[in-house]
């Protein structure tokens, strides 16, 4: 998963700080309401999508991960086991030193 974060954040946020979207003056009031509402819409369900993009992204990353270490732990098991079993056969060998 490779993505610009600045790039994501412009688009998440362009637009509000700088106190949203202007209209011309040569527009009744009504059209430029719906305008501005028309043009914030299509902002908002691009915001939206995006974050579900990057939600999905997340949670690809997030269960590769959780697999790498269930992966993981289990060769600590087992390489728990081959060294306890390694320790058993030297200490049976300091064992027979000894005798």
Do not use: C, P
């Amino acid at each position: 998963m490779h993505w610009d974060v600045r790039n994501n954040r412009a688009a998440l946020f362009d637009g509000i700080e700088e106190g949203g979207i202007r209209a011309s003056s040569s527009y009744s009031s009504h059209e430029i309401d719906e305008q501005d509402n028309e043009r914030a819409l299509e902002g908002l369900e691009d915001r939206v999508s995006l974050l579900k993009r990057l939600s999905g992204d997340i949670n690809e990353e997030v269960d590769s991960h959780n697999l790498m270490l269930d992966r993981m732990g289990n060769d600590m098991d087992s390489s728990r086991g081959v060294l306890s079993g390694t320790m058993d056969r030297f200490k049976m060998v300091i064992l027979l030193r000894w005798i």
